[in-house]
């Protein structure tokens, strides 16, 4: 991802999630934040963000509050090299 590079996942849409949870890591800094969008036009962001260190592992827990969430990464200044992104909804 090139420096102050952002990444968008696609949507995720279901009305019985409650949370999303998982698990980020780059070998450059940046924050992961939280979209929601009741109808996948307007996008909010709400909740947390999640700092992503430097060749840190780190996880989230966000309560979802609408019918469609999205992650939203930012890249730090330095382009990364490496970038993983694990996510799933549960209804709990």
């Known amino acids: 991802l090139a420096g102050n590079g952002v990444f968008t996942s696609n949507p995720v849409g279901n009305l019985n999630a409650r949370r999303i949870v998982g698990s980020a ?3 450059q800094a940046g924050v992961l934040s939280f979209e929601f969008s009741d109808d996948g036009t307007i ?3 709400f909740g947390t963000t999640v700092t992503v260190g430097v060749s840190t592992y780190v996880t989230f ?3 979802i509050y609408s019918a469609l969430v999205r992650l939203v990464y930012t890249n730090g200044a330095t382009v990364n090299t490496i970038f ?3 996510a799933y909804t549960y209804p709990y």
């Open 43 to 45: 996008w909010e962001a």
């Open 61 to 63: 827990d966000q309560v």
């Open 84 to 86: 993983r992104l694990s």
């Open 25 to 27: 890591f780059a070998d």
